[in-house]
C-alpha cells in the first residue's frame, strides 16, 4: 500500500492490498476499496462508496456524491463498484437516492473524462462512455454498450446490450439492444454489426437480428403483434434478450431513420436554367 503524505484518508476508510493513493486525494470514512485500486491526486471518495479490485481514479474524479434531487432525503444510498473500472478526469457518480437502493457500475467498464453517472445508475459490464456522456437519474445501460461523447441521457431510459449511441445523441427513448443509434437525428440506422462481429455474434444470430429488426421497424405491426411474432419465432439466442427487453420499460423505444417523403432540395432540370429557357423562346 503506498499513501501520499499529502493525502487525506480517513481511519474509518478500509483500503485492501496494493492500494496506491496520490497528494491531495481525499478518501471519507465509510469507504471500501479493494486490492490494488489507484486514486489520483484532487480525486475524492465520499462516504457510500465500494469499489471491488484494480479499479483507476484519475485525477479530480468525485465519487459518491449526494444525489442531485430537490427531494433528497437525509439518508441516501450508496455506490457499489466491481473490478477492472477506469474513471478519467473529472467523472463524477452520484450515490443513489434511497438506502435499500445502489448506484452500480460493473466490471471492466471505461468512463472517460467528464463523464456523469446519475443517481440510481445501473451499468453493467464492458460498457464505455465516451468524453462528457451524461446520465440522468435511474438510467440502466446494458452489457457492452458503447455511449459517445457529448451524449444526454434522460433519467429512467434504458440502453440495451450492445448498443452503440452517437454523438451527441439527445437520449429520451429507450435504445434496444444491438442498435445503432444516430447522434444527429436520435433515431435508430440499423443494427451494431461491427459489435455483434466483434463480440463473437454467428452469422446466424445476426442474420436472426436483421429478421427480428424488419418484424420490429419495416413491417408496420401493431405492436403487440410485434412482440407476439418474436415470441413465436425467436426463442433462444440474442433475439430472445431483445424481445425481452422490449416487454419492459416506461419511456417508450427510439424509433428507425426514415428518408423524408421527397428531395429537400429541388434539382434544377435542363428546361429550368434560364439561359435554356431564353434560347427556346427566342
Given at each position: ?20 493513493i496520490?497528494?491531495f486525494?481525499?478518501v ?29 481514479f ?36 452520484h ?23 446519475g ?14 456522456a451524461?446520465?440522468?437519474g435511474h ?7 458503447f455511449?459517445?461523447g ?11 446490450r ?19 443509434l ?16 466483434r463480440?463473437?455474434h ?42 425481452d427487453?422490449?416487454?419492459?420499460g ?18 434544377r ?9 431564353r434560347?427556346?423562346?427566342?
Open positions: 500500500m503506498s499513501i501520499h503524505p499529502l493525502a487525506v484518508v480517513s481511519p474509518g476508510a478500509r483500503l485492501g492490498a496494493g492500494v496506491r496520490a497528494a486525494a481525499t471519507e470514512d465509510d469507504v471500501e476499496l479493494g486490492d490494488h485500486c489507484t486514486v489520483g491526486s484532487g480525486a475524492v471518495l465520499k462516504s457510500g462508496v465500494t469499489a471491488g479490485s484494480h479499479n483507476e484519475a485525477e479530480h474524479v468525485v465519487i459518491g456524491g449526494a444525489p442531485q434531487h430537490v427531494a433528497r432525503p437525509k439518508d441516501i444510498g450508496r455506490v457499489v463498484i466491481g473490478d477492472h473500472n477506469v474513471f478519467r478526469e473529472y467523472v463524477t457518480v450515490r443513489a437516492l434511497k438506502t435499500d437502493v445502489t448506484t452500480s457500475v460493473g466490471s471492466h467498464n471505461y468512463v472517460m473524462a467528464g463523464a456523469h453517472l443517481h440510481d445508475v445501473t451499468v453493467g459490464n464492458n460498457c464505455i462512455f465516451a468524453n462528457g451524461l446520465l440522468g438510467v440502466t445501460v446494458e452489457d457492452r454498450a455511449v459517445s457529448a451524449v444526454a441521457v434522460h433519467q429512467f431510459v434504458r440502453i440495451g450492445l448498443a452503440m449511441v452517437g454523438g451527441h445523441a439527445r437520449v429520451v427513448q429507450d435504445i434496444p439492444p444491438f442498435m445503432l444516430d447522434g444527429q437525428s436520435g433515431c435508430i440506422v440499423g443494427l451494431n454489426n461491427v459489435g455483434l462481429r463480440s463473437g454467428s452469422a446466424d444470430d445476426i442474420a436472426d437480428l436483421k429478421a427480428a429488426y424488419r418484424v420490429i421497424y419495416r413491417r408496420g405491426l401493431p405492436w403487440k403483434e410485434v412482440l407476439d411474432t418474436l415470441r413465436r419465432d425467436f426463442t433462444s439466442g440474442p433475439v430472445a434478450h431483445l424481445r427487453f422490449l416487454g419492459g416506461t419511456r417508450g423505444f427510439s424509433q428507425e431513420r426514415r428518408a423524408p417523403p421527397a428531395p429537400t432540395l429541388r434539382i432540370v435542363p428546361e429550368d436554367d434560364p439561359a435554356a429557357v434560347a427556346k423562346a427566342g
